[in-house]
């Protein structure tokens, strides 16, 4: 689904990224950890096209978007949370999921207004009723008409998730989704993640420092350490790796 080819990436002399290679399978949570600094923000920003990496590919259904810009890949199907709330906090909680909704909009909403055609109208029904379906999905809907900025961060979070989801994205990037919550909102979040990935077939690939978390949902794991990827494989494997337990897990014998 989503596929990872000697991927690099540099800024002056600092190299982020360093021949990063995997692929995300369709309907599969992927993890990205690795210590501050890996490289894992900055390969997010090269997936989602933020970043343009000095060489290598990003595929995405068998086809090169490496040089697509981001809003043209989020038209694609590719969503992503970031890992610092990017909501817009002077508009409610509905209105920020609409604007998610916007971006896989088929067509122009003021044409669609103006001239009110049947594909518009089709278009503009679907629309709200996923925005209903995610609100109703996140258990948010007590919270629908709340500015942004009356809400306690875990709720936020959800929010943001919640506008990633009206993209119907087909892949999904969470940017450290449950970073600075407590135990019930790091559980709530994890519950949602493993229920978008089971009930909507969506391919997840996410960076997380919650370790207990990553092992616990993800099929597979990434593990970068400086730019470079030092190990790939399940849960089971990574954790056993050396070089892992050595770089990330700070083990070392």
Known sequence: MLKIEDL???F?????????????????????????????????????????????????EGEDITTLSPDKRAG???????????????????????????????????QALRYFGSAQKAELELRREIEEQVIDFLEIDHIRKYPITMLPYGLQ???????????????????????????????????FILDVQEQFGTTILLVEHDMHMVMDICSRIVVLNFGQQIASGTPEEVSKDPAVIEAYLGAAA
């Open 76 to 110: 694609l199907g590719l969503a992503r949370t970031f890992q610092n709330i990017a909501l817009f906090r002077g508009m409610t909680v509905l209105d920020n999921i609409k604007l998610g909704g916007h971006t896989r909009l088929n067509t122009n909403v003021w």
């Open 157 to 191: 979070k959800r929010v943001e998730l919640g506008r990633a989801l009206a993209m119907r994205p087909k892949v999904l990037l969470l940017d450290e989704p449950v970073a600075g919550m407590n135990r019930e909102e790091t559980a709530d979040m994890a519950r």
């Open 12 to 60: 002056g002399g600092i190299k982020a990224l360093q021949g990063v290679n995997f692929e995300a399978n369709a309907g599969e949570i992927t993890g990205v950890i690795g210590p501050n600094g890996a490289g894992k923000t900055s390969l997010f920003n090269a997936i989602s096209g933020f970043y343009k990496p000095d060489r290598g590919r990003v595929s995405f």
């Open 8 to 10: 690099h990436l540099s």
